[in-house]
């Protein structure tokens, strides 16, 4: 499976807005690039996903590099309530939709 | 729509009493993930359902553990014997449609053996 490298840790001041990086040096012409978060003492849930071209949502904004190397989660304006850990995956054709979970980045957001 | 559930949310046993996991997923949905989170290891998958049926085991740590999903809506994760390093936190999540589609997490099950 392709791997992801994401920042260890982030710090944001509430009402901010945030990007959060990951690179995918390996990522595959199929593979799709999705973010989940997970909040303290909370199951895992979905953000946002994209292939190719940059998405938006009601949550967030995935800007994905033409090289499709690297891509950025966008929180537009951080909210107390953001404070997660973020994870980028990378989802291909042949894993069944298989979820890798890395080590994600903490995000911090200081009122 | 309740989401996916889990229950017990908390578990406190000791060891090598067995241990039964529940999974109630999301109505409709046709694939099911467990999976086991700790601080040493993250987040890894342990078993995946399509279908009712078993397709990728090999997160399993060992014979200890088993999963079983008689029919769509409901699925168990058991270990037995069980041993204080199978503490975690549990989730199950279920996912319709394609591999593409958005997996929902449970609340988890949160294992603490003696």
């Known amino acids: 499976d392709a791997k992801t490298t994401q920042p260890n840790s982030m710090e944001s001041n509430e009402e901010e807005p945030v990007h959060l990086p990951c690179n995918h040096s390996?990522?595959?012409?199929?593979?799709?690039i999705h973010w989940y978060r997970q909040l303290p003492s909370q199951g895992p849930e979905y953000v946002i996903h994209g292939l190719t071209s940059n998405v938006n949502n009601r949550m967030a904004s995935l800007a994905i590099a033409e090289d499709r190397k690297s891509s950025t989660l966008i929180l537009h304006r951080a909210t107390l309530r953001d404070a997660a850990v973020y994870y980028c995956i990378l989802l291909g054709g042949t894993s069944y939709g298989k979820l890798t979970f890395g080590q994600g980045t903490i995000l911090t957001v200081h009122p | 729509d309740a989401g996916v559930i889990q229950s017990p949310r908390h578990e406190v046993t000791e060891m090598g009493q067995e241990v039964t996991l529940r999974c109630k997923p999301i109505?409709?949905?046709?694939?099911l993930f467990w999976y086991r989170q700790t601080m040493m290891r993250g987040l890894e998958l342990l078993i995946y359902f399509n279908n009712n049926v078993p397709i990728d085991d090999s997160g399993m740590p060992e014979d200890r553990f088993s999963a079983k999903m008689p029919n769509a809506s409901f699925s168990t994760l058991k270990i037995q014997p069980s041993e204080p390093r199978d503490s975690a936190v549990y989730f199950c999540?279920?996912?319709?449609?394609?591999?593409?589609?958005?997996?929902?997490f449970g609340p988890g099950t949160r294992l603490l053996v003696l």
């Open positions: 109505s409709g949905h046709n694939s």
């Open positions: 999540a279920s996912r319709g449609g394609n591999f593409q589609e958005t997996q929902y």
């Open positions: 390996t990522i595959s012409g199929t593979d799709y």
